[in-house]
């Protein structure tokens, strides 16, 4: 089970912010929350994680509620390039492995 | 440019043929997975290596073989595959026991077509 719930697609406009939006309710105190993206044809890319605080890199920021049961990542200024399946992951507890769910597929349009 | 390289990229064969997918990296990794997806469905970790050890095996079929002969090198061998193995191939490196070990660096990717 992937232990994580997220919106099958979503759209955006160009420029403007995308919010994704992730829950796991069922997460642990000491499981990470990670996120990938999957542009068509390519591999999964590594955009970002974190366990209790917000989260911001080059790529993205990710805000995680006071409960940890959900999650947003936020592209800040979208572009067509950001268009893929975003992958929001729970790292099961005491393994290295990742489990993969379905995603959101993100359309940025004009 | 991800510092995984896979070929082929694209691959078809018949049922009774054997061929052999090929996973490099350049990170400096330790451990390396080989992922399956199929159409319209989610990731399916296949197997991982870690140390050049076979560390997980999520009840593969016989017909996939992996083999790591050292910590850069990853392969998959097949088999007398199926129709409903063609998929997409990805194998992935990562940093084992660092506090980024689930940081995956992925290929791109064999497009495998089994006819």
């Known amino acids: 089970d992937a232990k994580t719930t997220q919106p099958p697609s979503m759209d955006c406009a160009e420029g403007r912010a995308a919010n994704l939006p992730c829950n796991h309710s069922?997460?642990?105190?000491?499981?990470?929350v990670y996120w990938y993206r999957q542009i068509h044809s390519q591999g999964p890319q590594y955009i970002i994680h974190?366990?209790?605080n917000n989260e911001t890199n080059e790529m993205a920021s990710l805000i995680i509620t006071e409960d940890r049961k959900s999650s947003t990542l936020i592209l800040p200024h979208a572009t067509l390039r950001d268009t893929a399946v975003y992958y929001c992951?729970?790292?099961?507890?005491?393994?290295?492995?990742?489990?993969f769910g379905t995603g959101t597929r993100l359309q940025v349009f004009p | 440019e991800t510092g995984v390289t896979q070929t082929p990229r694209h691959l078809v064969m018949g049922m009774t043929n054997k061929k052999s997918l090929k996973c490099e990296q350049h990170?400096?990794?330790?451990?390396m997975y080989w992922y399956k997806q199929s159409a319209k469905k989610p990731l399916e970790l296949m197997f991982v290596?870690?140390?050049?050890?076979?560390?997980e095996n999520n009840s593969v079929p016989s017909r996939f073989s992996p083999e790591c002969p050292n910590s850069s090198h990853l392969f998959l061998h097949l088999h007398t595959l199926q129709p409903e193995d063609s998929a997409l191939y990805l194998c992935?490196?990562?940093?084992?026991?660092?506090?980024?070990?689930?940081?995956?660096?992925f290929g791109s990717g064999t497009q495998l077509s089994v006819l």
């Open positions: 992935a490196s990562s940093q084992f026991d660092s506090r980024e070990s689930e940081k995956l660096f």
């Open positions: 069922t997460i642990s105190g000491n499981e990470y």
């Open positions: 974190g366990l209790k």
């Open positions: 992951i729970v790292r099961v507890y005491n393994t290295d492995k990742l489990i």
């Open positions: 990170l400096g990794h330790n451990a």
């Open positions: 290596y870690s140390l050049e050890e076979r560390v």
